[in-house]
Nanobody
Framework: EVQLVESGRGLVQPGGSLRLSCAAS????????MTWVRQAPGKGLEWVSRLDSGGDNTFYSDSVKGRFTISRDNAKNTLYLQMNSLKFEDTAVYYC??????WGQGTQVTVSS
């Protein structure tokens, strides 16, 4: 059974940092392109970042480029999203997964002073 469990939720001040984790089970995360998306209050889903399978190709939305870093620990079968220089507009529920495997339950990130 495929499972994706996000963690790392938190309340952080603008300019702060947070790292989200996505623990995968039932499949090998390095064998799939994996994506982070987010949903801000009252808004639709927004694509954030993608890490291609096997290789190290990474992609970011313009809104997070230069501030967020997606990575993967193959030994832990876990996907990460390092978020730096956080802004108010980064407040959202963050989900990991992809269209084929599905998505986790999400983890809340709140940026507030």
């Amino acid at each position: 059974e495929v499972q994706l469990v996000e963690s790392g939720r938190g309340l952080v001040q603008p300019g702060g940092s947070l790292r989200l984790s996505c623990a995968a089970s039932g499949f090998t995360v390095s064998s799939y392109g994996m994506t982070w998306v987010r949903q801000a209050p009252g808004k639709g889903l927004e694509w954030v970042s993608r890490l291609d399978s096997g290789g190290d190709n990474t992609f970011y939305s313009d809104s997070v480029k230069g501030r967020f870093t997606i990575s993967r620990d193959n030994a832990k079968n876990t996907l990460y999203l390092q978020m730096n220089s956080l802004k108010f507009e980064d407040t959202a529920v963050y989900y990991c997964g992809n269209l084929g495997l599905g998505w986790g339950q999400g983890t809340q990130v709140t940026v507030s002073s």
